[in-house]
């Protein structure tokens, strides 16, 4: 099997022309022709990931975040970036990633988070369809909305805004750093906007309107089961392994 037979799936879930202009989805290291003799799939591409890959005897890495998202000048073993990319090298290994495409697609990253919280009457935000609008199944009181999110996620711990005082049913989202977002959340009578990456001037919320930050990571992470999902079952006899542990998320809480 060649890295453009694996391509194929994703992109037939996320197709590559649907990604935004700054992206760097598809392939980042490697040649879509390479024979490939199993697939690791994670969320970033760390050496880490690559090391899981080797050991599994797969030469295919796929995950949502691009290694590369702009020009590189140097190649330094002794830097994150540059000891992945000789890593891959060293090993002939084919890096692919599906990102912004991945977040938009039907099924992809903020669907996902939409299923989650059970969301109806779902509709995106903007023509990009990274963020969407939905109902909650019964309008909650913020307090309890906000343990039903850890929960429903997984999550030990995130960031509120002020809690409106108000019951909820009006819920935006959008997986990763959603911030832009939050004005068409507001003008589609969105009550709640959960995203990650929110600087500290995005809590201040205009009165019946409230956001909840639960990480980047934590906003995007069905990704990889999805990607795993789709390839396991298109080849189920092929080597389709998934890398999911605590090393995945950079960010650590004490």
Request: net charge negative; hydrophobic share 45%.
């Amino acid at each position: 099997m060649k890295a453009k037979d694996i391509a194929s799936i994703i992109e037939a879930f996320a197709p590559l022309d649907t990604q935004e202009s700054w992206d760097n989805s598809g392939f980042c290291i490697g040649s879509p022709e390479q024979e490939v003799k199993g697939v690791m799939i994670g969320f970033d591409c760390t050496p880490a990931l690559i090391e899981a890959a080797i050991a599994a005897g797969a030469n295919m890495v796929v995950t949502h975040h691009p290694l590369i998202f702009s020009g590189i000048k140097k190649i330094n073993p002794e830097t994150f970036v540059g000891r992945c990319i000789t890593l891959a090298i060293k090993h002939d290994m084919v890096i692919y990633s599906a990102h912004t495409n991945a977040d938009k697609a039907e099924g992809g990253v903020t669907a996902l988070m939409a299923q989650r919280l059970g969301l109806r009457d779902i509709m995106p935000l903007d023509e990009t369809s990274l963020a969407l609008i939905g109902t909650l199944p019964s309008p909650l009181d913020p307090q309890e909305l906000s343990e039903f999110v850890k929960k429903t996620f997984g999550i030990a711990r995130l960031r509120s805004s002020r809690l409106i005082k108000e019951l909820i049913s009006r819920v935006a989202i959008c997986g990763g750093s959603g911030s832009s977002f939050i004005p068409k959340a507001i003008e589609a009578g969105a009550q709640l906007f959960i995203t990650g990456d929110l600087s500290y001037h995005h809590f201040f919320c205009d009165e019946g309107f409230m956001v909840l930050d639960i990480g980047h990571y934590e906003s995007e992470r069905d990704i990889v089961d999805k990607l795993h999902d789709i390839l396991s079952k298109k080849f189920p006899n092929f080597a389709i392994h998934a890398f999911m542990n605590n090393n995945n998320n950079p960010i650590f809480y004490f």
